[in-house]
């Protein structure tokens, strides 16, 4: 079956600078809402990445995400919030972008086309057979992201995939291929819209999913965040009141002494025996 970029076709909607506001944003909303059943038709392919990243963190190996423009600025976001959210150093999840940290705020001309690029960016990170490798990309074409993988699967690193268009050279490269297809764009080709939003909740599955299966969720809390800021802190404090039952001045203080809920807790247990 012939490669269609999907991503790439025209929209479905016309004469788009002769609408309303209102018009605009009540078709752009309605094509939005097609994308979260686009991923729950990629679940199966999800949850094999995700058991399978759970398996190499709990082994000590690192996930990696790798993309150029909106696919590479949302796997650096991803992984910049596993630290601050699950209380993980940055170097368990790390995101890659082609053309380097300039391209997060720039764009950076061909950066994508090279061949090159991907695997000595991971080279650079001393990337091993322990961590596993997610290229993104809406289009499935991107050659930083495609050799990249292809030198990961010569390595025996597994790898998977995030793209928006079925049977792409990109999808046949990884061994854990996911692709949510989410059809033309309302602006055609701008694969910062729908396959942006899919690649984002797919993103955060991911992420999600391997923090609990880590540990790093007790019950439905963050216990292990980072209490970086006053209303983190404060979520600490009404963390520690509901699960030992005690006053907001001696959760105050308990977090304050301990610096984090998950260990404030067992301290406070241990004590109280």
Known sequence: MPFTKTTEQDSNYDNLEQLSAAELIRNINQEDKKV????????????????????????????????????????????????????????????????????????????????????????????????????????????????????????????????????????????YPIEVVVGPEFVTGSSRMKAGTAQKMVLNLISTSVMILLGKIKGNKMVDMQLSNHKLVQRGINMLMKELNISQDNAASLLEKNGNVRTAIKKYRHEHQ
């Open 36 to 175: 979260a059943f686009a991923v729950e038709k990629a679940l199966p392919q999800i949850e094999k990445l995700v058991v399978l990243i759970a398996e190499k963190l709990k082994a000590g190996g690192r996930l990696f995400y790798m993309g150029a423009g909106t696919s590479g600025r949302l796997g650096i976001l991803d992984a910049s919030e596993c630290p601050p959210t699950f209380g993980v150093s940055d170097q368990v999840v790390i995101g890659l972008i082609a053309g380097g940290d300039t391209a997060i705020r720039n764009a950076v001309e061909f950066a994508e086309d090279s061949k090159q690029q991907g695997w000595e960016d991971l080279q650079e990170k001393q990337i091993t057979d322990k961590d596993v490798v997610v290229g993104i990309a809406a289009s499935g074409t991107t050659p930083y992201v495609i050799a990249a993988l292809k030198a990961c699967n010569e390595r025996d690193i597994q790898t998977g995939c995030i793209t928006c268009n079925l049977g792409s050279p990109l999808a046949q490269v990884a061994t």
